[in-house]
C-alpha cells in the first residue's frame, strides 16, 4: 500500500520537525501539529506540502477538532506520530502536584487523546503509531519523577495499542530517545553532563534529531510491516550500559 500522508505533534521544532521533513522527502503530505501558533506559522511556511494546525494535545476538545480537520486535508491518515511533550525535571521532593498533572497532560494524556481521535482514521488504511517515549520510562533516574513516569506510561500505552488495534491492521510502535543533541538539550546541559554523556554512552556522542526520524519514518513504512508493541531505545547504546555516573544525577 502507498503510505501517503503523516500527523506529527510537537512538529514545530526538535524531533517533531526532524520527522517532517523525512516524511517530506519520503513525499507524504504531513499535518503538522503544536500549540506554538508562531513557531508552527514559521516553519510551515518554509515548507510545502504540509498543513500546520494549532492544537494543544492536552486538550480533548482541541484533539477532536485536530483530528476532524487533519483527516479532511490528508483524505486518509497513513501514520501519526505522537511526539509532543515537555520536561519538568528537579527533585521527586520539589514536584508539586500541578507540576506532575503537567507533565502528564501532554507526555501521557496527549498521546492518549490524539490515538483515540484518530484511531478510526488508522483502522481505515492500516496504519502506524509511532510514541515517543524516552530512555528515562525505561529505567529510573534521579531528577525525573514526573517526566520519566509519563513516558514509561506511554510505552505501556503503546503495548495496549498494538494488542488491541492489530485486529485492524494498526500498528503501534514506541521510540525511546537517548540523550539528543539538540537546542535546548546543550543551553542546559553544563560540560559535566555532556562529558559523562560522552563516557557513559559507547557510542560516545549526543545522536541527532534526524537520527531518531530516520527510526520513527522506518516503523511507519511497509519495510517495518511485522513490527508492533516494541520499544526501540534510539541512544548509542546508553540504555544497555546503565547510568551510574555523578554528573547525570544532579
Same mark, same amino acid.
Given at each position: 500500500?502507498?503510505?501517503?500522508?503523516?500527523?506529527?505533534?510537537?512538529?514545530?521544532?526538535?524531533?517533531?520537525?526532524?520527522?517532517?521533513?523525512?516524511?517530506?522527502?519520503?513525499?507524504?503530505?504531513?499535518?503538522?501539529?503544536?500549540?506554538?501558533?508562531?513557531?508552527?506559522?514559521?516553519?510551515?511556511?518554509?515548507?510545502?506540502?504540509?498543513?500546520?494546525?494549532?492544537?494543544?494535545? *492536552?486538550?480533548?476538545? %482541541?484533539?477532536?477538532?485536530?483530528? &476532524?480537520?487533519? +483527516?479532511?486535508?490528508? !483524505?486518509?491518515? $497513513?501514520?501519526?506520530?505522537?511526539?509532543?511533550?515537555?520536561?519538568?525535571?528537579?527533585?521527586?521532593?520539589?514536584?508539586?502536584?500541578?507540576?506532575?498533572?503537567?507533565?502528564?497532560?501532554?507526555?501521557?494524556?496527549?498521546?492518549?487523546?490524539?490515538?483515540?481521535?484518530?484511531?478510526?482514521?488508522?483502522?481505515?488504511?492500516?496504519?502506524?503509531?509511532?510514541?515517543?517515549?524516552?530512555? *528515562?520510562?525505561?529505567? %529510573?533516574?534521579?531528577?525525573?519523577? &514526573?517526566?520519566? +513516569?509519563?513516558?514509561? !506510561?506511554?510505552? $505501556?500505552?503503546?503495548?495496549?495499542?498494538?494488542?488491541?488495534?492489530?485486529?485492524?491492521?494498526?500498528?503501534?510502535?514506541?521510540?525511546?530517545?537517548?540523550?539528543?543533541?539538540?537546542?535546548?538539550?546543550?543551553?542546559?546541559?553544563?560540560?559535566?553532563?555532556?562529558?559523562?554523556?560522552?563516557?557513559?554512552?559507547?557510542?560516545?556522542?549526543?545522536?541527532?534529531?534526524?537520527?531518531?526520524?530516520?527510526?520513527?519514518?522506518?516503523?511507519?513504512?511497509?519495510? &517495518?510491516?511485522?513490527?508492533?508493541?516494541?520499544?526501540?531505545?534510539?541512544?548509542?547504546?546508553?540504555?544497555?550500559?546503565?547510568?551510574?555516573?555523578?554528573?547525570?544525577?544532579?
Amino acid at each position: 500500500m502507498t503510505r501517503t500522508t503523516a500527523i506529527v505533534t510537537g512538529a514545530a521544532r526538535g524531533i517533531g520537525l526532524a520527522t517532517t521533513d523525512v516524511f517530506l522527502e519520503e513525499g507524504r503530505k504531513v499535518a503538522m501539529i503544536d500549540r506554538d501558533a508562531d513557531e508552527l506559522a514559521r516553519v510551515a511556511a518554509d515548507r510545502a506540502n504540509v498543513v500546520p494546525i494549532v492544537c494543544d494535545v *492536552s486538550d480533548p476538545d %482541541a484533539v477532536a477538532q485536530m483530528a &476532524a480537520k487533519a +483527516t479532511a486535508e490528508l !483524505g486518509e491518515v $497513513h501514520a501519526l506520530i505522537n511526539n509532543a511533550g515537555v520536561a519538568d525535571f528537579g527533585p521527586i521532593d520539589d514536584c508539586d502536584f500541578a507540576t506532575w498533572r503537567k507533565v502528564m497532560a501532554t507526555n501521557l494524556d496527549g498521546v492518549f487523546l490524539c490515538s483515540q481521535a484518530l484511531a478510526p482514521a488508522l483502522k481505515q488504511t492500516k496504519g502506524a503509531i509511532v510514541n515517543i517515549a524516552s530512555i *528515562s520510562g525505561l529505567r %529510573a533516574s534521579t531528577l525525573r519523577v &514526573a517526566y520519566g +513516569t509519563s513516558k514509561a !506510561g506511554v510505552i $505501556h500505552l503503546t503495548e495496549q495499542q498494538a494488542a488491541e488495534w492489530g485486529e485492524w491492521g494498526v500498528r503501534a510502535n514506541c521510540v525511546c530517545p537517548g540523550p539528543v543533541r539538540t537546542k535546548l538539550a546543550m543551553a542546559v546541559h553544563t560540560q559535566d553532563i555532556i562529558d559523562a554523556y560522552h563516557d557513559a554512552i559507547p557510542l560516545n556522542r549526543y545522536g541527532s534529531e534526524r537520527e531518531i526520524a530516520e527510526v520513527i519514518c522506518f516503523l511507519c513504512s511497509d519495510r &517495518a510491516s511485522y513490527v508492533t508493541g516494541q520499544q526501540i531505545a534510539v541512544d548509542g547504546g546508553f540504555q544497555s550500559t546503565g547510568v551510574g555516573l555523578p554528573a547525570l544525577r544532579t
